[in-house]
């Protein structure tokens, strides 16, 4: 097992913690992206038509439908006046039904063998170790020496976002807060639709109990915070791209060492 150096809230070290076997499990982009794409399908809401939309009028075809010098399309019924005569009920004409509508019974629901989840969960979390891979993905780290970053619990208990900004100060994490600022309003529909502006994404602090850092990570915008609970492979690889600049405190570390897995059962005993 590795070692890696632990600080406390005001960037100090305090000693050497020791890393659990998951952050020695094997990086699998392709497994990551896999995971990912299966779990946002999660959040998908299904879309549909009502059965008999655009088909509540009264239109028939001709009958016979040749001989008349119109088209053979169906038309409306009436005793004069309003629609009489215009083409409704049918696809391709105004204000008729769709040919090929939604389905609300379409599957977009994705599934995934749990093992794989847990093997990309793994993966995830032990990529945020490597200094290397969380440089490729555009996060500004030059100042940081150790990964993965380990604070003391003390973090937990911080609620207000001032305090957080001079936490993230201390870490030297700053610089990657400060990049989201550089990003350009968007144009297009996207602006038009009140997505002018896109939040990006910075760090994320991973805790025991994320309770109180989660009011305080709010008002900064890229911050996040996630209890090892809840934490997921969408947390750790935003957009499915690998890896994400991530903050463990000591007592998240110890719950991670509590991961069960079957590859991790394989490690153990080949080491």
Known sequence: MTKTTSLNINGDKEGEIELPLVFSTP???ELIHKAWTNLNSHKFQRQGRHPTAGMDVVADSNSPPTGQGIARIARMRGGGGGRQG??????????GRQAHPPNV???????????????ALCSAIAATASKEKVQSRGHKVDEIESFPIVVTDDIES???????SKVIESLKLSKDVERLQARKARS?????RGRAKKVGKSVLFVTK???NIRKACGAIPGVEARSVKDLSVLDLSPG????????????????????KSTHLNLMEKTQ
């Not at 215009?86 to 204000?95: L, N, P, T």
């Not at 911080?158 to 957080?164: L, P, Q, T, V």
């Open 105 to 119: 019974n379409k599957v977009i629901y994705k599934k995934l063998n749990k093992k794989e989840n847990k093997l």
């Open 188 to 192: 297009g529909q996207s602006s038009l």
């Open 27 to 29: 990086f699998r982009r």
């Open 240 to 259: 499915s791209d690998p890896i994400r600049l991530t903050v463990y405190s000591k007592g998240a570390i110890e719950e991670i060492a509590k991961i």
């Open 86 to 95: 215009q083409a409704g009920e049918v696809a391709s004409i105004r204000g």
């Open 158 to 164: 911080i609620s207000k976002a001032s305090e957080m």
């Open 209 to 211: 109990d994320s309770k």
